[in-house]
């Protein structure tokens, strides 16, 4: 199994740019996350999805969409890049059992510099 | 929503001697707990967790225990090791929502 994968590992856009960074998994987990990481502020959850079709919210949405069309694909677009979308975004997938969660994997993670 | 606090910030050891990290948590519903550690340049890998129906989980040199109660959680690491050196992130989700609050990590440096 490859786990969570992420393309590009770096990228750098200009103010104004839109992207997608990609995101698979083939362990076929419900649960997929997308997270960015800054220096100082842990790891903060943008946006999440519970399954195929169904999306939501997390902790710092704004400038960020999702979709999920696939358990395996969970793609993350950014609309108009800003320099404070300077980041690295982790994608993490996950399962439960029972209603319990269970460990969240992560992907090797994309650098992004908005310049 | 779930709020973890990672104090302190930064932790110093010896090697050999233990390291402790507690974490705080906000909402008294959450019954999963887990511990991350990164390695410079690496993700996030799963090292422990634990459950709101258990008080401690060992697992070789790491240890976690948690206290209900006061909603706090802690990272035990015995005999550390310089490849020890990381930072640890706690966390903490509900169940039927696999869904986490990450504390702002905590760097443990292993001297030689």
């Known amino acids: 199994n490859a786990g969570v994968t992420q393309t590009p590992k770096f990228q750098v856009l200009k103010t104004g740019q839109s992207m997608t960074l990609q995101c698979a998994q083939d362990?076929?987990?419900?649960?997929m996350s997308w997270y960015r990481q800054d220096p100082g502020m842990g790891l903060r959850l943008i946006h999440y999805?519970?399954?195929?079709?169904?999306?939501d919210q997390g902790e710092v949405p704004n400038g960020y969409n999702v979709s999920r069309s696939t358990t395996e694909d969970f793609p993350l677009r950014l609309l108009s890049a800003a320099p404070s979308q300077t980041s690295v975004y982790f994608c993490?997938?996950?399962?439960?059992?029972?209603?319990?969660?269970?460990?969240?994997?992560f992907g090797p993670g994309t650098r992004l510099t908005v310049t | 929503g779930e709020n973890v606090e990672q104090h302190p910030s930064t932790l110093s050891v010896q090697e050999g001697d233990s390291a402790v990290i507690k974490c705080t948590y906000s909402?008294?519903?959450?019954?999963?707990f887990p511990w991350y550690k990164q390695e410079l340049g690496k993700r996030p890998q799963l090292i422990i967790d634990i459950r709101s129906n258990v008080g401690e989980k060992k697992d070789q040199r790491i240890a976690v225990t948690l206290n209900k109660t006061a909603k706090h959680f802690s990272l035990h690491i015995t005999e550390t090791q310089p490849e020890d050196s990381a930072v640890y992130f706690c966390a903490a989700s509900l169940y039927g929502n696999n869904r986490l609050a990450f504390g702002k990590g905590n760097q443990v440096v292993v001297i030689p």
């Open positions: 362990m076929n987990h419900e649960y």
């Open positions: 909402d008294s519903a959450s019954n999963y």
């Open positions: 999805s519970v399954g195929a079709g169904i999306t």
């Open positions: 993490a997938s996950s399962y439960s059992f029972g209603g319990a969660p269970y460990e969240q994997y």
